[in-house]
């Protein structure tokens, strides 16, 4: 399996087509994924994921709960992104961009530097390793992803999500904090980011010291890319028994005393690496990284299936809910810009200017929560994920030609916050106070079924007590809501036939009862 991990892509041939007038340079999502396969020689399909900033650990957290439950014996993970006219004039909108040279953890940093990054890993299981004789470079012995469930762009002040994902990770590979020797932090300049993280690792690690660094100083802010450039060099700086510097890091804020440093520290006994990343609308991913080989993770202890325990759909002008047992629910949906009270008790923030995508996703799960009674049980160890085959290419557009009909002077981060595929479901997990892993797939061709493995790993990693897979492909969106077998009634849907494969595909399937309905 290949994953590719970026934020939305060839962004620099979408800018070219735009300028130029000439649509037929712009390329389909999908195609950079087929280039990479193509690549190396695999007739696979392989999946884009993109999580904004935390793209590529997202991909190899997706990675390690795929080997651990033994769906897959090896996954080549690619990152890459770029620095590009539509990533600056969205960052220098928001005023991230550094006035110079960035400085992570800088008490008088002002914001940070892109920068171009690309990168593979190549993750097998260890008996697939043994078996052929492969030596491992390092191990991931843990892993974790946590939502902040607060703001569209700035972080939780608290670090709660961070906070928690490094928790859950050294959780997994049954490590405690005194073991972790060193942390490749994400660091990148930027007041609110480099404050929060602070506070996440005073929460963690408390007296225990171990040096922290940024690489974002000196290589910029690779955006998709960063989590696999960082947590290969957190494997590197195991190799070498040494973390670098932080490049630009000579005033510490008092959190980061003692803590970070501008220059090389010897690692002077054996242990675990630390790699975090954030990224827009929330999402945290802590990753752990060994040269030894450790008790297998905790996911490979806990194999009991997810259930399906319910579907529901929105399109422009209704909202349903299928359970079973109960006879399906359908809902008129009110002009565009009102909101139905039964179903949104308390304000959605920014409801006027939300797209069209976000206001569906919002209303099949409100109408979701209130008929599985989950309006009022405050915040959820729940996660997020959608998928399509398009990204979000038309979002893309509207914002980058907008810029340049603004004479190519301002951008607007309105705009520019729905670049990523990730924000209608980020909105939805910041207002229904969703905290578990939150990312997008884009594939080929729908597979929803993909899609709902995938969650169901989620929940056997103890990332989340229940999963939502929401498919974007066509005009009605579906929602497919996962929790453990043990927990709830539903269909054995891992052995539901084999040609369901769109969203609707299934919701008529599961509607109907009988796995005879409803097939592609």
Request: proline share 5%.
């Amino acid at each position: 399996l290949i994953l590719l991990a970026t934020t939305v892509g060839e962004i620099d041939l979408l800018e070219e087509g735009l300028i130029s007038g000439e649509s037929s340079l712009i390329p389909k999502p999908t195609e950079l994924i087929r280039k990479v396969t193509q690549s190396v020689g695999s007739s696979r399909q392989g999946c884009l994921i993109s999580s904004a900033c935390t793209s590529s650990s997202m991909a190899l957290i997706v990675a390690g709960n795929l080997l651990a439950l033994g769906r897959e014996t090896s996954v080549l993970v690619v990152a890459c992104d770029a620095v590009t006219e539509f990533a600056i004039a969205g960052f220098g909108t928001m005023a991230a961009l550094a006035s110079s040279p960035g400085k992570p953890f800088h008490k008088d940093r002002d914001g940070l530097n892109l920068g171009d990054g690309a990168g593979w890993m190549w993750l097998v299981r260890d008996d697939y390793a043994k078996s052929r004789a492969i030596p491992a470079k390092a191990h991931l012995c843990g892993w974790s992803t946590q939502g902040d469930h607060y703001h569209m762009t700035a972080p939780h002040p608290g670090g709660a999500g961070l906070a928690s994902a490094m928790s859950l990770s050294m959780q997994a590979a049954h490590v405690q904090p005194k073991d972790v020797v060193t942390v490749c932090a994400h660091g990148t300049g930027t007041k609110y980011n480099d404050d929060m993280e602070l506070c996440a690792y005073e929460q963690i690690f408390g007296s225990h010291r171990c040096p922290i660094f940024s690489v974002k100083g000196g290589i910029g802010h690779t955006l998709g890319a960063a989590g696999l450039i960082e947590a290969v060099i957190a494997i590197e700086s195991l190799h070498r028994k040494q973390s670098p510097p932080s490049i630009g890091f000579d005033d510490a804020e008092p959190k980061g005393e003692s803590r970070i440093f501008n220059t090389a520290r010897v690692l002077d006994k054996s242990g675990v690496a630390l790699s975090t990343n954030a990224g827009f609308g929330g999402i945290n991913t802590s990753l752990i990284v060994s040269l030894n080989p450790s008790e297998a993770p905790a996911i490979s202890k806990e194999r009991r299936a997810s259930r399906l325990v319910a579907m529901s759909w929105a399109d422009e002008h209704e909202c349903g809910f299928v359970q079973p047992g109960r006879p399906p629910i359908t809902i008129l949906r009110p002009a565009e810009n009102d909101l139905n009270p039964a179903l949104f008790p308390q304000a959605y923030k920014n409801w006027g200017r939300l797209s069209s995508l976000s206001k569906k996703i919002a209303y099949a799960l409100a109408l979701a929560s209130r008929e599985m009674n989950r309006e009022s049980q405050g915040l959820l160890p729940w996660g997020i994920l959608s998928g399509n085959t398009k990204g979000c290419q038309t979002d893309n557009m509207v914002y980058f030609k907008d810029y340049l009909d603004n004479g190519r002077l301002l951008a607007r981060g309105n705009l520019f916050v729905y670049t990523l595929p990730t924000g209608p479901i980020a909105e939805a997990s910041i207002h229904f106070r969703l905290a578990g892993p939150l990312f997008h797939v884009v594939q080929g061709s729908e597979d929803f079924k993909l899609m709902m493995d995938w969650a169901d790993g989620f929940i056997a990693a103890g990332d989340a007590r229940g999963m939502v897979a929401v498919s974007t492909e066509r005009a009605r969106i579906v929602c497919a809501f996962l929790t453990p077998g043990a927990e709830a009634a539903g269909p054995e849907w891992r052995t539901a036939d084999a040609r369901l494969r769109s969203g609707d595909d299934w919701l008529k399937w599961y509607a109907s009862g009988d796995p005879e309905e409803g097939k592609a």
